[in-house]
């Protein structure tokens, strides 16, 4: 999802007063709409960050198991 002026239609990246392009002046509903925009955009990255420290974690977890149970075996032999 982009946000694009409601008047000449552009993608904006940086929401001003006004269009860089047309120069309409953007109303309150379309500031709120861009903000929204940038908030599920912050919201999926650090979802995305969560998601891979969480993924290290598993590794980890599983890494230190594997070298127990190496230790344990060669222990018993
Ligand atoms: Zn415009």
Known sequence: ???HC?????EIETLKRFCKYCG????DDD??????YKWQQW?????NSNFEKMLL????IIAVIVIIMCMLLSGLN
């Open 43 to 47: 919201q999926n990255e650090n979802r």
């Open 31 to 36: 500031k709120k709409q861009f903000s929204d």
């Open 24 to 27: 309409y002046e953007f109303s």
């Open 6 to 10: 409601p008047s000449c239609g552009k």
């Open 1 to 3: 999802m982009k946000i």
């Open 57 to 60: 974690i598993k590794v980890g």
